[in-house]
């Protein structure tokens, strides 16, 4: 069955750093995303891409954070200049649909800025 | 503003039992969808059942069946004959018909135990 991938599983990383979070959605989907979850909080949208634009960003995703799809099959996730604050679950999800579309999520990157 | 909240931060069933997971919702749109998500350990969350607003009948997929009470804005999640495999957090999910493509509002996530 087709998943989402992401890599790495996890990541730890010194504060001011650039970390690249990578996915690889699931082939014939055309909308994907990037969610966070805090240690404890809960999960929390961060960014949805289609048509190799950003369709809708949270307050939490500031210029410090940017996401791109290279090669047509990965979708990274740009954190420019970490905070410890960053440290997080990351997580990746895909979909063949707009907004009643079910959302295939990937397995997570974890995330440790120290 | 949109919320949704999980009261139960964990709870325990026997195999073979039934359990109901309670998830609250506020929003000001009066199309959405609700969803339950269940993340086993270390493993990706997967859709367990959704519910269109505009439905008065409650959503069923196998054992997992909703309650769905649009006044009171409650959707709680019934799963019957429990499995030690449904073990997981799940957690409660709601999207804006209005809203954007894919901003899920998550609950903060009930952890489930089965006991055997």
């Known amino acids: 069955e087709p998943e989402v991938t992401q890599t790495p599983s996890h990541q730890v990383t010194q504060m001011g750093q650039e970390v690249i979070l990578r996915c690889v959605p699931i082939?014939?989907?055309?909308?994907f995303y990037w969610y966070r979850q805090i240690l404890g909080q809960k999960v929390e949208f961060l960014v949805s891409?289609?048509?190799?634009?950003?369709?809708?960003k949270s307050e939490i995703f500031d210029d410090q954070f940017s996401v791109e799809r290279p090669d047509g099959s990965n979708f990274t996730l740009k954190i420019r200049s970490t905070k410890l604050e960053d440290s997080a679950m990351y997580f990746c999800?895909?979909?063949?649909?707009?907004?009643?579309?079910?959302?295939?999520f990937g397995e997570g990157s974890r995330l440790t800025v120290l | 503003a949109q919320t949704v909240t999980q009261s139960q931060p964990e709870m325990s069933v026997q195999e073979a039992e039934t359990v109901t997971l309670s998830c609250t919702y506020d929003?000001?749109?009066?199309?959405?969808?609700l969803f339950w998500y269940k993340q086993p350990p270390s493993r990706q969350m997967i859709l367990v059942i959704r519910q269109e607003a505009y439905k008065q009948q409650n959503a069923t997929e196998n054992r997992f069946s909703v309650n769905f009470q649009k006044a009171a804005k409650s959707f709680s999640l019934k799963i019957s004959d429990s499995q030690l495999g449904d073990a997981a957090m799940y957690f409660c999910?709601?999207?804006?018909?209005?809203?954007?493509?894919?901003?899920?509002?998550f609950g903060k996530g009930t952890k489930l135990s089965v006991k055997p």
């Open positions: 999910a709601l999207l804006n018909y209005g809203g954007s493509q894919g901003n899920l509002i």
């Open positions: 082939s014939n989907h055309l909308y």
């Open positions: 999800a895909s979909s063949d649909a707009g907004r009643t579309g079910e959302l295939f």
């Open positions: 891409f289609y048509n190799n634009e950003i369709s809708e």
């Open positions: 929003t000001s749109e009066s199309d959405y969808y």
